[in-house]
């Protein structure tokens, strides 16, 4: 979003968060979200292990804070003046956990790891990948059905052939299955069989297809676009979460600047300001966030330490023949062993490796 767009989105909302008491009942919550109401607010609910927070959001300045501190169970109101309102830390100041079937949980103790091809070639090699990091510890499979890609001569992907493929694969090596979704048309197809739908970089800012993702019921993977600043970033994720969809998980994967050596620059240090920004979790991708085989362990691991919730991995058993991003895909062989290196590093800095 341009940062005149920022601007003016902040100053056409001018929302609050309305923290309620710990002790607070159902009832007085229910009349807070009423009263809430007939000020003009939209209201987004949050419960937390502690307390429940009420995000307020709407155009109307013209309000006293005070009406609302009086009321039965309220412990403290704030204006929030970022721009970003719902993924903003104030909105769910514990973290978010998404949780997904299988018992995995992405924002909490646990890095996950998201591993696979970048596009689904065939049944053979797509198999092939998902039992090679299902054996190395990986707990969902990532592979591209619907491939955006800066070339119209490039391969493009299987589309829905592919997403059956994913689900076949997924539940025959138990992980779960991540793919991107490209354009609203593709949301239904996706959804029937994928996990966790992905948000490319090209896409970040596709706001007619982030708001009907609000709409979904079902976790949003959101990638940073390639010259996107981080509050650009949490501001498309507003998008997801001001349609109810409070599922959201960031990712970083890399940016592009005047350096031509690796594909991108991976900003390590999105991570943890994002964390200190944002409740959401934070994912890493350093396949794409190089675009070279041989720094992508180096980046995984450094993502780790820095504190990333979950990590988006390329593995191909051949990658000097892959028909995608080969250049970038880790072989099996490398993947175990970076496995290996993350669950000696992931305790260092109080996490485990799911």
Same mark, same amino acid.
């Given at each position: 979003?341009? /940062?005149?767009? @920022? ?15 710990? @002790? ?36 109307? #300045? ?31 100041? $514990? ?37 090679? =990091? ?29 997403? /059956?493929?994913?689900? $076949? #694969?997924?539940? /025959? ?11 609203? @048309? ?12 992905? =948000? ?14 609000? /709409? ?30 409070? $599922? ?47 720094? =992508? ?16 991995? $390329? =593995? ?39």
């Amino acid at each position: 979003m341009p /940062k005149a767009d @920022s601007q003016l989105l902040a100053a056409n909302q001018l929302p609050m968060i309305v923290a309620m008491q710990e @002790s607070a009942s159902e009832e007085q919550i229910q009349q807070v979200i009423e009263h809430l109401v007939k000020m003009g607010f939209e209201v987004h609910r949050s419960t937390g292990v502690r307390q429940t927070v009420l995000g307020a959001v709407g155009a109307r #300045a013209d309000f006293d804070i005070r009406e609302l501190e009086l009321l039965s169970g309220v412990d403290q109101v704030h204006r929030i003046s970022a721009p970003y309102k719902l993924a903003g830390r104030s909105f769910r100041p $514990e973290g978010t956990i998404v949780k997904l079937p299988n018992g995995v949980e992405i924002g909490g103790n646990k890095v996950v790891v998201m591993a696979g091809p970048c596009s689904v070639e065939s049944r053979e090699q797509l198999f092939a990948a998902a039992e090679q =990091v299902a054996n190395a510890g990986a707990r969902v499979l990532r592979g591209g059905a619907f491939k955006p890609r800066s070339s119209p001569y490039s391969f493009q992907g299987l589309g829905e052939e592919a997403v /059956k493929l994913l689900r $076949e #694969a997924g539940d /025959k090596f138990k992980l779960l299955v991540i793919s991107e979704v490209m354009e609203i @048309s593709q949301i239904p197809v996706m959804a029937a069989y994928v996990d966790i739908l992905q =948000v490319g970089a090209r896409n970040m800012q596709n706001f007619n297809l982030l708001r009907e993702l609000g /709409k979904v019921r079902k976790p949003v993977l959101l990638k940073r676009g390639i010259a996107a600043t981080l509050e650009e970033l949490l501001l498309s994720a507003e998008y997801i979460m001001a349609g109810g969809n409070y $599922e959201v998980i960031l990712c970083e994967r890399g940016i592009r600047t005047f350096e031509t050596y690796t594909r991108n620059t991976m900003d390590i240090s999105a991570i943890p300001i994002i964390h200190k920004l944002s409740h959401l979790p934070m994912t890493a991708d350093p396949s794409h966030g190089t675009g070279r085989r041989d720094k =992508v362990a180096p980046m995984a691991r450094a993502a780790v330490a820095a504190g990333c919730d979950a990590l988006l991995i $390329e =593995v191909h058993h051949d990658a000097d023949h892959a028909l995608s991003d080969g250049a970038q895909s880790l072989y099996p062989e490398q993947f175990r062993k970076l496995m290996d290196e993350l669950r000696i590093i992931a305790p260092a800095v109080g996490r485990t490796i799911a």
